[in-house]
């Protein structure tokens, strides 16, 4: 079972939010099942268009992976770090077969 971790900065995430990114990052043992831990942090940026950024780093044997993105909202943020950790698992992957 993975580890993970959530860290909101500069705001008190709601419980909604936290169970979304939980979600999500669940899903990405899928992909990989040797993931050990995963930080996740969410930051309140200054920029009041693009002022949500979700950045998530996972540890896997050998190496951590990191992805993170700014967007109008916290979910559409998390939903574009979860892809791009979906192509790096998957690269990670390829390279621990071959």
Known sequence: MMEVGIHSINFEAREHLVNFVQEGVDKLERFYENIQK???FLKLKADPALNKEVGI???VPG???Y???TCETFEEATDEVLEALIRQLKKYKA???S
């Open 57 to 59: 780093r996972i540890h």
């Open 63 to 65: 190496t951590e992976l």
């Open 38 to 40: 995963a930080e996740v």
């Open 95 to 97: 390279r621990q077969v």
């Open 67 to 69: 992805a993170s993105k």
